[in-house]
């Protein structure tokens, strides 16, 4: 009996233990890649990031991953994919975060979670050159064009003036379509949108201002709350310590392509 009682009593604490822990909460999923911060992003997106043709990667949101990175003792690999799948490639196990020029919005955080803000945002309207509009009040049967997925699809797709809103995977290809007469304005993000129009001023202009105003955050899969504490911690630093002005400055004040 005496033996019995002992063995009870064991068995007893070792369930204790066992519950114990599962009282603690989700787990934190381990990264994708044993040493790496794996990245997802969409790469034609300047001036936050940008694929070259030999695969490397550069911009603002590559330059701050890598200084994350480095600041969790981790190795930067960014991964390129479709900005309207991200965040399903992000939960499904892809890529540990998700940088990307990403908005944060009530929706998204239904699914993912968002690190301290990073950018100040907004959307604005790009036109040709010669176009008469001004506002969005103007776009009264106006074929739009917007990159899948984004908020300036969401911004478009409430106007109930314009004729139809096309969607492109990727950015700069509205900015094409705009320049062949196929679009009669683009909604997009305005810190990216600039710097196209600059590139060909006799072709866009930005009208109207500024449409929203929006932040960036950096997406994390809701199962991974350490990750999410580590990496506010590092942006703090970041922004402590004075290398996120230098990344600011380098690829947005001073932005050009290289």
């Not at 940008?50 to 490397?56: F, G, M, V, Y």
């Not at 965040?87 to 944060?104: C, E, P």
């Not at 911690?233 to 290398?243: D, S, Y």
Request: charged content about 25%.
């Amino acid at each position: 009996m005496k033996r019995l009682g002992q063995i009870s009593i064991v068995l007893l604490l070792v369930l204790a233990v066992v519950a114990a822990s599962g009282c603690t909460g989700t787990q934190s999923r381990k990264l994708v890649e044993e040493g790496y911060l794996t990245i997802g992003t969409e790469a034609q997106f300047p001036p936050f990031e940008i694929r070259k043709a030999d695969d490397s990667f550069y911009g603002f949101d590559i330059a701050l991953g890598e200084a994350i990175a480095k600041e969790l003792g981790l190795k930067p690999k960014f991964v390129d994919t479709d900005f309207a799948s991200i965040i399903a490639s992000l939960n499904s196990g892809k890529f540990d975060v998700a940088m990307s020029a990403m908005t944060i919005t009530d929706e998204r955080k239904k699914t993912v979670n968002f690190s301290d803000s990073y950018f100040d945002a907004g959307l604005s309207m790009a036109v040709p050159f010669n176009s008469n509009a001004q506002t969005i009040n103007d776009l009264n049967g106006a074929i739009v064009g917007v990159q899948l997925g984004t908020t300036g699809d969401l911004y478009a797709t409430d106007l109930k003036n314009v004729k139809e809103v096309k969607r492109y995977n990727h950015a700069p290809d509205a900015f094409l379509d705009m320049k062949n007469g196929k679009l009669d304005a683009v909604i997009n993000d305005d810190v990216v949108s600039k710097p196209i129009v600059a590139s060909d001023p006799t072709a866009f202009k930005i009208v109207g201002g500024l449409l929203t105003v929006e932040q960036y955050g950096i997406a994390i899969p809701k199962d991974n709350p350490d990750l999410l504490v580590k990496v506010n911690a590092a942006l703090k630093k970041l922004k402590e310590n004075g290398t996120y002005d230098q990344i600011y400055n380098q690829y947005i004040v001073n932005w050009s392509e290289e």
